[in-house]
C-alpha cells in the first residue's frame, strides 16, 4: 500500500512551511496572502495525488472535524433507521457526515461509546438517550458541545430535544376506540421509565378515565425477543376474552401481539380492533391493514438537525434551548373498521 500524503510531504515537495499548506487547503489564501502561483500548484498537486487530510490534525488546526454523532437505541428499528437516513442526507448537504451508534438501551455501553465519540472530536451529538447518562450528557453542554435529544428526554436536565406528544398521541387512539362504542380497551406496553414510555401510558389511563372504563394493562420486559413476546401476549389475551380492543405502545409489540391473535385465531376488526404505536410500513401490506399513531419523521429529523446547526454554525448560545414537542397522527385502516365487528 503507497504511503499517505501528508500535509508534511506536500510542504517538503514545495518547500514550504507546513502552516502555509494549510491556509491553502483550508482556504484561507487569500486572507494569509500567500500567492496564486503557489495557491494553484498546491492544489492542482492535491488533485493528482489524490489527498485526503487527516480529520483529527483537521480538527486541531480548524476546531471543527464536521463530524455529528448520532446515537440511538437500536440503529436497524424501523424508527430510528429512517430517521438516521434522513439526518445523513441533512448533514450531507450541509458539509457534515454522521457516525452511527446504537446504545441497546444499555447504559455502560452509552457511556463508554460517549468516551469513544468525545476521543474523536465530533462536533455535536443527537442523542436517543439511555437511563443514568445525564451527568455526561451534562457534562458535554458544559464544555460548550451542542447536544439534541430525541425521543426521549430527562426532565431534570436542561438540554434542546424533540419529541412526540406520546399522550396526547395515546389518548387520540382509545378516545377513538372509546368513541366506537368499545367499552373494554387493553394497552400492551414496556415496563420502562423512559419519559415517551411513561406519556404513552398516561395517555392511555386518561381517556380510560374520562369514559369510566376499567384499564386492562399488559406490561412486558424491555428487550424481550419476539417469541417471547408472543407468548406473554398470548396468553394475556386469553385471560381477558371480553377485550374489544387493543393498543400497543410500540411497533414491535404490534408485530409481536398479530402473530398472538393469529395463533388464537382472533381476527381483527371481527373480533377486536388494533391500533399501533408508531406506525411501520408491513402494517399497510396486512389484511386487514393496521391503524397507527404514526410519527412525522421527516419533520422530526429536520427539527433535529436544524437545532443541531444552528449551534453548531450560527453559533447560537448553547444555553438557548428549544424544546419542540411534535404531534402525532392517527392514521386509520381497516384493523378499526367497526362495520364489519361481528354481530
Known amino acids: 500500500m503507497a504511503k499517505r500524503l501528508s500535509i508534511k510531504d506536500i510542504a517538503n515537495h514545495?518547500?514550504?512551511?507546513?502552516?502555509?499548506?494549510?491556509?491553502?487547503?483550508?482556504?484561507?489564501?487569500?486572507?494569509?496572502?500567500?500567492?496564486?502561483?503557489?495557491?494553484?500548484?498546491?492544489l492542482k498537486f492535491v488533485d493528482e495525488n489524490s489527498f485526503e487530510p487527516n480529520q483529527i490534525a483537521r480538527s486541531l488546526s480548524t476546531g471543527k472535524t464536521k463530524m455529528i454523532c448520532l446515537m440511538v437505541e437500536k440503529i436497524?428499528?424501523?424508527?430510528?433507521?429512517h430517521v438516521a437516513f434522513l439526518l445523513e442526507e441533512l448533514a450531507y448537504k450541509n458539509g457534515y457526515k454522521i457516525i452511527f451508534c446504537s446504545t441497546e438501551n444499555d447504559t455502560l455501553k452509552t457511556k463508554e461509546l460517549l468516551g469513544i465519540m468525545r476521543n474523536r472530536y465530533v462536533d455535536g451529538y443527537i442523542i436517543t438517550p439511555s437511563l443514568g447518562i445525564e451527568a455526561e450528557i451534562k457534562e458535554l453542554i458544559q464544555d460548550d458541545i451542542p447536544v439534541v435529544l430525541f425521543d426521549r428526554y430527562f426532565p431534570d436536565l436542561p438540554t434542546d430535544y424533540v419529541i412526540l406528544d406520546n399522550y396526547?398521541?395515546?389518548y387520540t387512539a382509545v378516545n377513538y376506540l372509546a368513541k366506537e362504542l368499545c367499552k373494554e380497551i387493553g394497552f400492551i406496553t414496556l415496563i420502562s421509565s423512559q419519559t415517551q414510555m411513561e406519556d404513552r401510558l398516561k395517555g392511555y389511563l386518561r381517556a380510560i378515565e374520562e369514559y369510566g372504563l376499567n384499564p386492562t394493562i399488559l406490561q412486558v420486559p424491555f428487550g424481550s425477543d419476539s417469541i417471547s413476546l408472543a407468548a406473554m401476549i398470548r396468553d394475556f389475551?386469553?385471560?381477558?376474552?371480553q377485550l374489544e380492543a387493543?393498543?400497543?405502545?410500540?411497533?414491535?409489540l404490534a408485530l409481536s401481539g398479530i402473530k398472538a391473535l393469529n395463533e388464537l385465531k382472533i381476527v381483527f376488526p371481527k373480533d377486536l380492533l388494533v391500533i399501533a404505536f408508531d406506525d411501520h410500513e408491513i402494517?399497510?401490506?396486512?389484511?386487514?391493514?393496521?391503524?397507527?399513531?404514526?410519527?412525522p419523521i421527516d419533520k422530526?429529523?429536520?427539527?433535529?438537525?436544524?437545532?443541531?446547526?444552528?449551534?453548531?454554525i450560527h453559533k447560537e448560545k448553547i444555553s438557548t434551548l428549544k424544546q419542540v414537542v411534535v404531534s402525532a397522527e392517527l392514521k386509520l385502516r381497516t384493523s378499526t373498521v367497526r362495520t364489519i365487528l361481528k354481530g
Not at 246 to 252: D, G, P, W
Not at 283 to 295: D, I, K, M, R
Open 76 to 81: 436497524s428499528d424501523y424508527f430510528f433507521s
Open 283 to 295: 402494517f399497510e401490506l396486512y389484511n386487514p391493514t393496521v391503524s397507527a399513531v404514526a410519527q
Open 14 to 42: 514545495f518547500n514550504v512551511a507546513k502552516s502555509t499548506v494549510s491556509f491553502i487547503l483550508n482556504g484561507k489564501a487569500k486572507e494569509k496572502r500567500i500567492s496564486e502561483e503557489l495557491t494553484n500548484k498546491i
Open 168 to 170: 396526547r398521541g395515546t
Open 237 to 241: 389475551l386469553i385471560d381477558h376474552p
Open 246 to 252: 387493543l393498543v400497543f405502545a410500540t411497533n414491535y
Open 300 to 312: 422530526m429529523a429536520t427539527q433535529l438537525f436544524n437545532i443541531l446547526l444552528d449551534k453548531l
